[in-house]
């Protein structure tokens, strides 16, 4: 359903350079849950943008559900449900049930699909005590939940997720997650989350793809991540040791990032 | 796009008539600002009965006509301005994941019903100017023409200013000066101003189409900067080409957009 | 722009923070907030002087066909013109500035009024900081321009440069004080828009920033004279032109000054007296 194939995104910042992703190559299938990892500033976000069509790759090709985003995106629209932690998507000043509606007239989906759709989603995400208010005054949970929602009333194949669990509290992870797993096993959509929370990776993720410095660093069960580094138990302690390893890495120009991995993993 | 459009503006009209006093209060503040540039005028004309050979109710119509549109202009998409804000917010990446274009998702965005106010006092102020004029009734089809052609200008200005603001996101309010600029110019008989002045306004942002060559038909006078009789009737071919330069600009906006992104 | 989130412990009740190095540190950082963002103070030079330009034929038109009006001649009707948007900046004519408006929403004001200095005088040391950035970077490109396209003049005589130099200080001493009162009002309104709409409506029209106010008719000219927004426009414009005589047009400035700042302590202990009631 997705497939980056030495994909590569580059900005002029002040007439230098910066490589946010270079040669990035992965594939997810069908039905897949890949989670992507990353310290900040790795490139997750530039890679998520590309994969909407927000952002034209400078070299190398993206493709999603057979498409390319970056010339067809509207068309890639009504087949992804794309979902920002950082900020909504939904509209700011309206009350949910309107950006609800306004999602159906956008995605052209029928009055009687809409209205099962949203009966479901309700009961499930648990909507409806605040469908009535406006964007703004929802609590950021709700707010979350209300994102999902609209992100999946068109019934999209492909579901990308930008840090879906920032900012939410125990609860509200664990409702999110459990939703996120119904969503995959049951309807097998696909799913791409990126994150810093660790506990989203255990819980959901069969796979993991580690994105350092605008590269793929690992692609792999989270199992394999854990190999990586012997003799450390937690993911916690794998990834900490990962990040500091690439950036000890960056820190000495000739040394690329995946042999750092490489070296971080014979030590 | 005309129904995703018109979709949009009826939910933000739907949510400001949940609160109808704050409405009616927001058509009123908005009526009243806008009386302020009618003020102006009428202080002119208290000391003086003409200004660059125009008399009052003739300025009057000049301005009611190119308020009219650009008051039109502005109630229907007058927040395609907002480009700057929009990348700066970050809202901009969320419009265009959705499947409809950019440019009418952020001509709706937060759609204020309550401009209408605007509209209203310039159409009063025009009805008013027209019922004293008088003007001869064969040249009369030009006043609907020339609003047409005004609304179409005003939009392609404004979004060429919206397209503008992919390049200036640091300075927004530079796009003022073509957009409230050409409200303001066009307020006035172009006679007013200097010649090159009236030759770039006519010939580069042909602002002049708006209200000045049509309405010169309409009150049947010779243009005193001594444009030909034709360039009356160009203005709809003015609209045509300056809105193709708009819709070019506008593409290139979102590509450069997408070619340049935007941090963070 | 946002307030500026440096606010000093309550508890601290250093000495030197109730002198006037305290002030003159607020006014630098007032300047330096705004000197962050030169592109925004530039368009809207830009845009003030094209304004400018297109006021300026209105006015050149109007004196061809009056000569003389309200005591002035052409070239003074122009200069006013620039010497009035180039005030559009420095004495926020559009309104706004100060910030208070949102602190007081989000309740934050609580935190400025227990500052060991006055809020009022705060905020008038930050906004002097602010006038002073815009007065050059947004106030000299529209002369510049009207010098260059119009050939408008400058005073002449230390005399005069030395009253104009007082007239922009009481200008802007007024513009504060009409402009504090405006965002206290917040605290008792729902609801801003109203006010903020009001004030831009007089702030505009009657300070003689649209037109000369020697220009309206009648007893609507002598009103206009005599309130406090000519005091903003209208009054530093004259002493520009050497067109007002020097005593009775600071007299008057001085007069608003006062009245203001007056109401504003009055509306500052109003405030105060809510925010402890309410608990914030």
Same mark, same amino acid.
């Given at each position: 359903?997705?497939?980056?194939?030495?994909?590569?995104?580059?900005?002029?910042?002040?007439?230098?350079?910066?490589?946010?992703?270079?040669?990035?190559?992965?594939?997810?299938?069908?039905?897949?849950?890949?989670?992507?990892?990353?310290?900040?500033?790795?490139?997750?976000?530039?890679?998520?943008?590309?994969?909407?069509?927000?952002?034209?790759?400078?070299?190398?090709?993206?493709?999603?559900?057979?498409?390319?985003?970056?010339?067809?995106?509207?068309?890639?629209?009504?087949?992804?449900?794309?979902?920002?932690?950082?900020?909504?998507?939904?509209?700011?000043?309206?009350?949910?049930?309107?950006?609800?509606?306004?999602?159906?007239?956008?995605?052209?989906?029928?009055?009687?699909?809409?209205?099962?759709?949203?009966?479901?989603?309700?009961?499930?995400?648990?909507?409806?005590?605040?469908?009535?208010?406006?964007?703004?005054?929802?609590?950021?949970?709700?707010?979350?939940?209300?994102?999902?929602?609209?992100?999946?009333?068109?019934?999209?194949?492909?579901?990308?997720?930008?840090?879906?669990?920032?900012?939410?509290?125990?609860?509200?992870?664990?409702?999110?997650?459990?939703?996120?797993?119904?969503?995959?096993?049951?309807?097998?959509?696909?799913?791409?989350?990126?994150?810093?929370?660790?506990?989203?990776?255990?819980?959901?993720?069969?796979?993991?793809?580690?994105?350092?410095?605008?590269?793929?660093?690992?692609?792999?069960?989270?199992?394999?991540?854990?190999?990586?580094?012997?003799?450390?138990?937690?993911?916690?302690?794998?990834?900490?040791?990962?990040?500091?390893?690439?950036?000890?890495?960056?820190?000495?120009?000739?040394?690329?990032?995946?042999?750092?991995?490489?070296?971080?993993?014979?030590? | 796009?005309?129904?995703?459009?018109?979709?949009?503006?009826?939910?933000?009209?739907?949510?400001?008539?949940?609160?109808?006093?704050?409405?009616?209060?927001?058509?009123?503040?908005?009526?009243?600002?806008?009386?302020?540039?009618?003020?102006?005028?009428?202080?002119?004309?208290?000391?003086?009965?003409?200004?660059?050979?125009?008399?009052?109710?003739?300025?009057?119509?000049?301005?009611?006509?190119?308020?009219?549109?650009?008051?039109?202009?502005?109630?229907?998409?007058?927040?395609?301005?907002?480009?700057?804000?929009?990348?700066?917010?970050?809202?901009?990446?969320?419009?265009?994941?959705?499947?409809?274009?950019?440019?009418?998702?952020?001509?709706?965005?937060?759609?204020?019903?309550?401009?209408?106010?605007?509209?209203?006092?310039?159409?009063?102020?025009?009805?008013?100017?027209?019922?004293?004029?008088?003007?001869?009734?064969?040249?009369?089809?030009?006043?609907?023409?020339?609003?047409?052609?005004?609304?179409?200008?005003?939009?392609?200005?404004?979004?060429?200013?919206?397209?503008?603001?992919?390049?200036?996101?640091?300075?927004?309010?530079?796009?003022?000066?073509?957009?409230?600029?050409?409200?303001?110019?066009?307020?006035?008989?172009?006679?007013?101003?200097?010649?090159?002045?009236?030759?770039?306004?006519?010939?580069?942002?042909?602002?002049?189409?708006?209200?000045?060559?049509?309405?010169?038909?309409?009150?049947?006078?010779?243009?005193?900067?001594?444009?030909?009789?034709?360039?009356?009737?160009?203005?709809?071919?003015?609209?045509?080409?300056?809105?193709?330069?708009?819709?070019?600009?506008?593409?290139?906006?979102?590509?450069?957009?997408?070619?340049?992104?935007?941090?963070? | 722009?946002?307030?500026?989130?440096?606010?000093?412990?309550?508890?601290?009740? %250093? @000495?030197?923070?109730?002198?006037? $190095? #305290?002030?003159?540190?607020?006014?630098?950082? &007032?300047?330096? *907030?705004? /000197? +962050?963002?030169?592109?925004?103070?530039?368009?809207?030079?830009?845009?003030?002087?094209?304004?400018?330009?297109?006021?300026?034929?209105?006015?050149?038109?109007?004196?061809?066909?009056?000569?003389?009006?309200?005591?002035?001649?052409?070239?003074?009707?122009?200069?006013?013109?620039?010497?009035?948007?180039?005030?559009?900046?420095?004495?926020?004519?559009?309104?706004?500035?100060?910030?208070?408006?949102?602190?007081?929403?989000?309740?934050?004001?609580?935190?400025?009024?227990?500052?060991?200095?006055?809020?009022?005088?705060?905020?008038?040391?930050?906004?002097?900081?602010?006038?002073?950035?815009?007065?050059?970077?947004?106030?000299? %490109? @529209?002369?510049?321009?009207?010098? $260059? #396209?119009?050939?408008?003049?400058?005073?002449? &005589?230390?005399? *005069?440069? /030395? +009253?104009?130099?007082?007239?922009?200080?009481?200008?802007?001493?007024?513009?504060?004080?009409?402009?504090?009162?405006?965002?206290?009002?917040?605290?008792?309104?729902?609801?801003?828009?109203?006010?903020?709409?009001?004030?831009?409506?007089?702030?505009?029209?009657?300070?003689?920033?649209?037109?000369?106010?020697?220009?309206?008719?009648?007893?609507?000219?002598?009103?206009?004279?005599?309130?406090?927004?000519?005091?903003?426009?209208?009054?530093?414009?004259?002493?520009?032109?050497?067109?007002?005589?020097?005593?009775?047009?600071?007299?008057?400035?001085?007069?608003?000054?006062?009245?203001?700042?007056?109401?504003?302590?009055?509306?500052?202990?109003?405030?105060?007296?809510?925010?402890?009631?309410?608990?914030?």
């Amino acid at each position: 359903m997705i497939e980056l194939d030495r994909a590569g995104r580059s900005f002029k910042v002040r007439r230098t350079v910066v490589h946010a992703v270079r040669d990035l190559s992965f594939t997810v299938g069908r039905g897949e849950f890949v989670g992507c990892l990353g310290p900040n500033g790795a490139g997750k976000s530039t890679t998520i943008k590309m994969l909407c069509g927000i952002l034209t790759p400078t070299s190398g090709s993206v493709r999603v559900a057979g498409l390319d985003p970056s010339r067809r995106r509207t068309a890639l629209a009504r087949r992804i449900g794309v979902v920002f932690g950082q900020r909504t998507t939904l509209w700011w000043d309206l009350p949910l049930a309107d950006s609800f509606q306004l999602v159906r007239h956008l995605y052209k989906v029928d009055r009687r699909t809409f209205a099962e759709r949203l009966d479901e989603l309700c009961e499930t995400l648990d909507l409806g005590t605040f469908l009535r208010t406006p964007v703004r005054q929802l609590s950021l949970g709700q707010r979350m939940r209300g994102d999902l929602a609209a992100a999946l009333l068109h019934a999209p194949e492909v579901l990308v997720l930008d840090e879906p669990t920032i900012g939410l509290d125990v609860v509200s992870k664990a409702g999110i997650r459990d939703f996120l797993l119904r969503l995959n096993a049951e309807r097998g959509t696909t799913v791409l989350l990126t994150t810093h929370d660790l506990g989203d990776v255990e819980r959901l993720c069969r796979r993991v793809v580690l994105i350092d410095h605008g590269r793929l660093a690992f692609d792999g069960t989270l199992a394999g991540l854990m190999a990586t580094v012997p003799g450390r138990t937690t993911i916690e302690d794998v990834v900490t040791h990962l990040y500091t390893a690439g950036r000890r890495a960056a820190a000495s120009p000739a040394e690329e990032p995946a042999r750092a991995l490489r070296r971080a993993r014979d030590q | 796009m005309v129904r995703t459009y018109a979709l949009l503006i009826w939910t933000w009209t739907r949510s400001a008539a949940a609160y109808p006093a704050s409405f009616a209060l927001a058509a009123v503040f908005t009526t009243v600002t806008a009386a302020v540039d009618l003020g102006v005028i009428l202080v002119v004309f208290a000391n003086t009965t003409a200004l660059a050979g125009f008399s009052r109710d003739e300025v009057l119509f000049l301005y009611g006509a190119a308020s009219l549109a650009f008051c039109v202009t502005d109630l229907l998409i007058g927040n395609i301005d907002r480009v700057s804000g929009h990348i700066r917010a970050g809202t901009l990446d969320v419009v265009l994941i959705r499947p409809a274009a950019a440019w009418v998702q952020l001509a709706a965005d937060r759609f204020v019903p309550a401009r209408i106010g605007r509209v209203l006092q310039a159409a009063a102020v025009l009805g008013h100017s027209v019922a004293v004029i008088g003007p001869d009734w064969r040249r009369a089809w030009m006043i609907p023409v020339m609003l047409a052609t005004g609304i179409v200008i005003f939009a392609a200005l404004w979004t060429l200013a919206g397209a503008l603001q992919f390049l200036l996101t640091d300075a927004p309010e530079v796009v003022n000066s073509f957009t409230y600029g050409g409200q303001q110019l066009t307020q006035y008989p172009l006679s007013v101003y200097g010649r090159d002045l009236v030759r770039g306004v006519t010939y580069v942002l042909p602002l002049a189409f708006v209200n000045w060559q049509p309405g010169l038909y309409v009150l049947g006078r010779p243009d005193p900067c001594g444009t030909p009789e034709f360039t009356r009737f160009l203005g709809p071919a003015a609209a045509l080409l300056l809105s193709l330069l708009a819709a070019l600009a506008w593409r290139q906006g979102i590509r450069h957009y997408r070619s340049t992104g935007s941090q963070g | 722009m946002p307030h500026s989130p440096h606010v000093p412990s309550p508890c601290r009740h %250093p @000495p030197e923070d109730t002198t006037p $190095a #305290l002030y003159a540190r607020l006014v630098r950082h &007032g300047f330096r *907030r705004h /000197a +962050a963002y030169p592109g925004a103070a530039l368009a809207g030079a830009f845009t003030n002087t094209v304004f400018g330009v297109l006021r300026a034929y209105t006015l050149i038109a109007l004196w061809q066909a009056r000569p003389g009006l309200a005591g002035y001649d052409v070239a003074d009707a122009v200069t006013f013109c620039f010497v009035t948007q180039a005030f559009i900046g420095p004495m926020q004519l559009f309104g706004g500035g100060l910030g208070i408006p949102e602190r007081i929403r989000s309740g934050d004001i609580a935190l400025d009024l227990v500052r060991p200095a006055p809020l009022q005088l705060w905020a008038f040391a930050e906004d002097l900081g602010r006038a002073a950035y815009l007065l050059a970077v947004r106030g000299v %490109p @529209p002369l510049l321009a009207g010098a $260059a #396209l119009f050939g408008i003049t400058a005073p002449d &005589g230390p005399a *005069r440069w /030395a +009253a104009l130099a007082a007239g922009l200080l009481a200008a802007f001493a007024v513009s504060f004080g009409w402009r504090y009162l405006v965002a206290l009002s917040v605290c008792w309104l729902t609801d801003d828009r109203g006010v903020n709409v009001l004030s831009l409506v007089l702030t505009t029209f009657f300070s003689g920033m649209l037109l000369p106010l020697g220009l309206f008719p009648g007893a609507l000219g002598e009103v206009a004279a005599a309130l406090p927004w000519a005091a903003i426009v209208q009054a530093p414009a004259d002493l520009y032109l050497g067109t007002a005589p020097i005593g009775p047009t600071l007299a008057f400035q001085a007069f608003w000054t006062v009245v203001l700042a007056g109401l504003g302590v009055l509306g500052t202990r109003a405030i105060r007296h809510r925010v402890v009631i309410q608990g914030g």
